[in-house]
């Protein structure tokens, strides 16, 4: 399926709080929604209690335009828009269960990070191992936090397909007075601005935890843009505006909130945590740890020299001194 219209049904994979803000802002706006809960006590408390028990449980959801399934080839069977959100890390676990073809689906990621061992992107993964098409897959980036678009708060999202028309289809199934969302054609630069902004919120919870203050921490957010903007250019030219919200907009948000989970495994890391201690203590997954070793590949193969993804895998996989690392980092800014 390469054109969609008004007629389209969606389907959601997962049961995390963007999936559940996702599945609640499609449902509010009138579409009925086809949503994958493998998750025994989410199933229940959706099915019974009209919302999540485990996430964002202050988003209301639909129990009349929401068809929850345990089956994940029924929900995808019976949908045309198949919108992933599912943690990048487990991602590839749950497609590995789906026996029933992609073929004619349009697949969108609404996931920011890289499948671990394929260092691939979401939608890399999902082109080379279902075969689908660049031209039927899409995404959903931000900047936004689900925290914020569950309770209503203004937010901005960003959809990007190929086709302009598919994104403004999609945008339009999500949006809403209280949720503005623009579209883009920059699949590849969207999608790899959302993992690398994963990976530079660790840095600045780094810097953060270990005591640095406001002024250092905006210069060192000036400069993982500018080393985004490096990387996309290098790797794949084309015509984009990094001050746009999903790149520079989301940027920012994942580095200076609070609900980011990734500046939060920093911030343990710079207070003294190791990185095992610092992952344990998370109760949601942290993008940007599987990321940064994707990316730190993926640099070497362009030779693209970034220092401020480099110090972050220095730090989560080469057991470098968060400090150490850091005052060395500072020095080349």
């Known amino acids: 399926m390469n054109n969609l219209d008004h007629t389209s049904r969606f389907a959601v994979i997962g049961h995390g709080s963007w999936a559940t803000t996702i599945v609640g802002k499609l449902s509010r706006n009138g579409h009925l929604v086809r949503w994958f809960v493998s998750n025994d006590e989410v199933r229940e408390g959706v099915l019974s209690e009209g919302f999540n028990p485990k996430y964002v449980s202050d988003m209301e959801i639909d129990r009349d335009s929401v068809k929850v399934s345990a089956n994940i080839d029924e929900t995808v069977s019976d949908s045309d828009i198949v919108i992933l959100a599912v943690p990048s890390a487990y991602l590839k676990s749950v497609l590995d269960t789906l026996t029933v073809s992609l073929d004619g689906k349009f697949v ?20 080379s191992h279902f075969g689908i098409s660049f031209k039927s897959l899409g995404l959903i980036a ?16 960003t959809v990007a397909c190929v086709s302009e028309d598919n994104a403004a289809l999609i945008a339009s199934a999500l949006g809403s007075e209280t949720l503005r969302v623009s579209i883009s054609d920059d699949i590849y630069g969207i999608e790899y601005a959302s993992i690398l902004k994963n990976i530079y919120a660790i840095a600045a919870g780094l810097a953060f935890g270990l005591g640095y ?36 907009g989301d940027l920012l948000v994942t580095c200076y909130s609070p609900f980011s989970r990734n500046r939060q495994l920093g911030a343990l890391i710079g207070r003294g945590c190791s990185v095992d201690m ?49 005052a060395s980092l500072a020095r080349k800014l």
């Open 108 to 127: 969108v990621s609404a996931v920011k990070g890289m499948i671990p061992v394929a260092n691939k992107t979401v939608l890399e993964y999902v082109h």
């Open 142 to 157: 931000g900047p936004s936090h689900a925290e914020e678009v569950s309770r209503g708060r203004l937010s901005f999202l």
């Open 278 to 326: 610092a992952l344990s203590e998370m109760t949601m997954v942290a993008e940007g740890y599987y990321a940064v070793r994707g990316m730190h590949q993926i640099r070497e193969r362009f030779g693209i020299e970034m220092p401020i993804a480099e110090t972050v895998y220095r730090v989560l996989y080469e057991k470098a001194r968060a400090r150490k690392a850091m």
């Open 213 to 248: 203050g406001d002024n250092f921490l905006a210069v060192l957010i000036s400069r993982c843009a500018s080393e985004m903007k490096l990387f996309l250019d290098s790797s794949y030219p084309f015509t984009r505006d990094i001050e746009q919200n999903a790149y520079l």
